[in-house]
T-cell receptor, first 114, second 112 residues
């Protein structure tokens, strides 16, 4: 079955540690995205990538970093510089850009930092 | 700056009712609008995508309409079922960089 796999489902870290969230897709999609979801708020875009080895900052990129070395993979690192990292993180992909194709989402990773 | 609003934040209806979820946006210069469903602790599933040139899209018991000039979209669910219970989010794609801007969602509960 084609889809997007995010791992792990739950992640716990101590404050001051960097942590990397995994996102893998086998849909052969060019574009990939990372969103953050907080209770009572809509999704906010962290980073997106439209092609391998290229990515752009979204609306809330501070304290996060990404890489896109392979088409299938778009890992997100939450660094110690992110002031409020506890949240639900969602990865998505699309065939083309969001201009003309629907997004497909993974099941998310819930990160708790204490 | 584009803002997307969904009202109400939560809605509870008895099974079998037809219902309408609302989405409004402040800037009519959008490329498309999407409706998503999110089950608790899960990712989002795309339900319907309406291009800016379209007025509505239908899929099964779901019908989404778009009125760009007034900055509104509605998601109509016919003959609601308990399995429809979920959070429904709308998102618009802006004309600039093609980014999606999401509303906060409406949490729907359909009671048997």
């Amino acid at each position: 079955d084609g889809g997007i796999t995010q791992s792990p489902k739950y992640l716990f870290r101590k404050e001051g540690q960097n942590v990397t969230l995994s996102c893998e897709q086998n849909l052969n999609h060019d574009a990939m995205y990372w969103y953050r979801q907080d209770p009572g708020q809509g999704l906010r875009l962290i980073y997106y990538s439209q092609i391998v080895n290229d990515f752009q900052k979204g609306d809330i990129a501070e304290g996060y970093s990404v890489s896109r070395e392979k088409k299938e993979s778009f890992p997100l690192t939450v660094t110690s510089a992110q002031k409020n990292p506890t949240a639900f993180y969602l990865c998505a992909s699309s065939i083309g850009t969001a201009l003309n194709s629907p997004l497909h989402f993974g099941n998310g990773t819930r990160l708790t930092v204490t | 700056k584009q803002e997307v609003t969904q009202i109400p934040a939560a809605l509870s209806v008895p099974e079998g009712e037809n219902l309408v979820l609302n989405c409004s946006f402040t800037d009519s210069a959008i490329y498309n609008l999407q409706w998503f469903r999110q089950d608790p602790g899960k990712g989002l599933t795309s339900l319907l995508l309406i291009q800016s040139s379209q007025r509505e899209q239908t899929s099964g018991r779901l019908n989404a309409s778009l009125d760009k000039s007034s900055g509104r979209s509605t998601l109509y669910i016919a003959a609601s079922q308990p399995g429809d219970s979920a959070t429904y989010l709308c998102a618009v794609t802006d004309n600039q960089g093609g980014k999606l801007i999401f509303g906060q969602g409406t949490e729907l509960s359909v009671k048997p």
